[in-house]
């Protein structure tokens, strides 16, 4: 039979991602939540939903108005310019998100007050007005303590800002037991089970009200009829999840809004889960709101020991990956390395690996070899008989549809409980049967062998073909970029995605497959090459403009050694633009080579009130020895780049000398303590 086409009537789907801080760029971990969600919303698709999928930027709060002020341009000018940035590398990523909400936006604000007048309507004790004394961690927005003694935030652990104002209070604490209830009544209210149990016990250890409204900040959306006070950010970035659907157009929302509501799945990071488990669903319990079906919290994408962020310069970004390796690449590496809910790895090393044995070994390989026999052996046309077995393969053949069909049902309950490594794990097993099949009935010697080695070669090559298409199909969600190339060169109906996993099998009958030329759909790549070409970006998007080759880039870090010409008359800079270069004075205190790199020393440098690490490029002009006690200027305010796996702190200025660049570093005649600035 053949395989079905989704068409029946469609169940509705919400899926939703957290709308992002647009005070800087994405990462890779930022972008797991959604390439994530991606992948779910791409399978739904598959089983017959129609698919709501969402995510956007949330734009206000003081993390915001911070940044904006730092790069000296309005919170405004900010949050368009980062939250185009997301766009972008959401379309690089193929995200198919369906809606983008953006806070600043016109339909939010209107989201967030009718929101709160519908619960000011509904359930009149909720919201209340009284005076806030405590600690606020601005970069995690998140209270710390009700107190005013000094405390480090817990999740990122610098130290917590004194809030003192009146504000309006949510009474969260009269919804301690009703949060119990459900709880009670949907243990799988939050995803995996461990984190449910952390959010039931700290439910049950009491409940605090939380304040709602900010009296000190300016950039965020005025309370209704009180315009002094703007919302909290969580309150206002949490109600997107309805802004994005349409609600705001009347207390009950658009029809579109009556239709998804509630979410499906909210898709978050661990570290949010209090706001998403315990405080949005009071929330909504006060605003007679039904509540999302599920809270799924995956943990964090680690690099080097610690959640990648920005603040800790740990971060590796999207954008390379996909230059040298592929969207494919990024997207299997994530879901497959990682066991989804636990904290995962991520290793520019073990990336490539993978993307080579499975990519372009595993199932790149397969197709090529499949479609050049084809070529070669049957002019491009395959023929065979899908309930029939193979002449003298009897047995490779009951293997390999067996493989198929244990492939799709373990590939259909782990993707049905987000469990995306088995799911991957189950395709590749496929992959693998299909790569053990040619080799038991060799093709290629059946010329030798059969009296009709033509319509036996068919049946052969078809077989594995037909295993292909499953992989497709089953691989889609993860791989959209290569299983629609291997639909095309196998000439096969309609598109990877019209299909529906449901009926997903074998098959039977009789089959033509007419397969076109392909070029590797995986190509496989040099591992050192590939690394050096990601880091060589990775360094220019952490600063800007210092762009070499791979093989400079790996040996630089002092100033640049090409001499430079005089800067043309438009391209000068303001003294403000000067002023953001923080200049210091250090002293050597221990330098050493780098085993591997010319060029490069690390040198420790005190700058004052720290010793930095920075790698500089003057190995050929300096011996390490030399530099001790030496006094030099070293930029301090760069962001941290990675060479050679070490950390780059800073750069020391050098002048460049003779044609060759040699460097020559900066220093002081005069006496000079480390850490005096230099301007
Ligand atoms: N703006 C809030 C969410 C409001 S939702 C109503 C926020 N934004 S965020 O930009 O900090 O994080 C967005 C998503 O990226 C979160 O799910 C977060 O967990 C995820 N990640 C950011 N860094 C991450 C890793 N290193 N690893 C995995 N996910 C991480 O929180």
Redesign the pocket.
């Known amino acids: 039979m053949e395989q079905s086409t989704i068409s029946h009537a469609k169940p509705k789907f919400y899926l939703t ?5 647009a005070n800087s760029r ?5 972008a ?3 390439i994530v969600c991606d992948v779910i919303a791409r399978y739904k698709r598959m089983c017959g939903y129609d698919v709501a999928f969402v995510t956007g930027t ?1 734009e206000h709060g003081v993390n915001i108005e911070r940044a904006a002020e730092k790069q000296g341009i309005a919170p405004a000018e900010l949050v368009d310019r980062n939250q185009k940035i997301f766009r972008e590398l959401w379309k690089l990523l193929g995200i198919t998100h369906t809606g983008f909400v953006r806070t600043t936006s016109n339909e939010h604000a209107r989201a967030v007050q009718t929101l709160v007048r519908r619960t000011m309507k509904r359930s009149p004790n909720a919201i209340y007005k009284a005076k806030y004394e405590g600690r606020y961690c601005i970069y ?2 998140l209270y710390v303590s009700d107190t005013p003694e000094p405390v480090n935030c817990p999740t990122c652990g610098r130290p917590a800002e004194l809030i003192s104002e009146e504000n309006y209070f949510f009474r969260l604490s009269a919804y301690q037991e009703r949060l119990l209830e459900l709880y009670g009544d949907q243990p799988d209210f939050v995803q995996p089970d461990f984190r449910m149990n952390e959010v039931r016990s700290f439910v049950e250890a009491g409940l605090k009200d939380v304040s709602i409204s900010r009296k000190t900040i300016k950039w965020g959306i005025p309370w209704p009829g009180d315009p002094e006070h703007v919302f909290y ?2 309150y206002d ?2 109600t ?2 309805m802004t994005a659907i349409g609600y705001g157009e009347g207390e009950e929302g658009s029809a579109e809004f009556r239709k998804y509501w509630p979410a499906d799945v909210h ?6 889960i209090r ?2 488990a315990v405080y949005w669903p009071a929330f909504l319990m006060a605003a007679e709101l039904p509540l999302p079906k599920k809270i799924f919290a ?6 080097e020991q610690e ?3 920005k603040s800790k310069g740990n971060v590796a970004y999207p954008e390379p990956i996909v230059k040298v390796l592929g969207n494919d690449a990024l997207r299997y590496y994530l879901l497959r390395e990682t066991v989804f809910g636990q904290d995962g790895n991520f290793s520019r090393e073990a990336m490539i690996t993978r993307y080579n044995a499975d990519l372009a070994n595993g199932l790149g390989n397969l197709v090529s070899r499949v479609v050049a026999m084809a070529n070669d052996y049957l002019g491009g046309k395959i023929s065979f008989r899908l309930e029939q077995g193979i002449e003298g393969s009897q047995s490779a053949a009951a293997s390999l549809r067996d493989a198929a069909d244990g492939a799709i049902k373990q590939y259909k309950q782990s993707m049905e409980i987000l469990d995306f490594s088995r799911a991957a794990e189950a395709i590749w097993n496929l992959v693998s049967a299909a790569n053990q099949f040619l080799v038991l009935t060799q093709p290629w010697a059946l010329a030798r062998e059969q009296a009709n080695p033509e319509t036996a070669r068919s049946q052969v090559l078809g077989f594995a073909a037909n295993a292909i298409r499953i992989v497709a199909v089953m691989a889609y969600p993860m791989l959209p970029g290569g299983t629609a190339k291997i639909w095309e060169v196998f000439r096969l109906p309609g598109k990877v995605d019209d299909r529906w996993i449901e009926t997903l099998n074998w098959q039977t009958g009789e089959r033509r497959f007419e397969v076109g030329n392909v070029e590797s759909i995986y190509p496989r790549v040099d591992k050192k090459e590939a690394w050096e070409r990601i880091e060589a970006m990775e360094n220019e998007i952490r600063n800007p403009g210092s762009a070499q080759p791979p093989a400079a880039a790996t040996t630089s870090g002092a100033a640049s050694a090409a001499p430079a010409a005089a800067p043309a008359a438009e391209s000068k800079i303001t003294i403000e633009d000067f002023a953001k270069v923080e200049l210091r004075v250090g002293v050597v205190k221990s330098a050493e080579r780098i085993q591997g790199a010319d060029r490069l020393l690390k040198v420790m440098v005190d700058i004052g009130d720290e010793v930095r690490q920075v790698l500089a490029g003057i190995a050929l002009a300096y011996a390490p020895e030399d530099l001790v006690g030496r006094k030099v200027v070293v930029v301090t305010n760069l962001a941290p780049r990675k060479m050679r796996g070490l950390e780059s702190n800073g750069m020391l200025l050098a002048a460049s000398a003779g044609a060759d660049g040699k460097p020559v570093l900066c220093t002081f005649a005069e006496d000079i303590p480390p850490g005096a600035k230099v301007k």
Request: aromatic residues 20%; charged residues 15%.
């Open positions: 991602t957290p709308i992002y801080y994405p990462h890779v971990g930022s797991y939540t959604t949330d995690d927005n950010v969580w970035a949490l997107s999840y898709m978050i990071g661990k570290e949010i706001f998403h995956h943990g964090w994408l680690l690099f959640k990648m962020s």
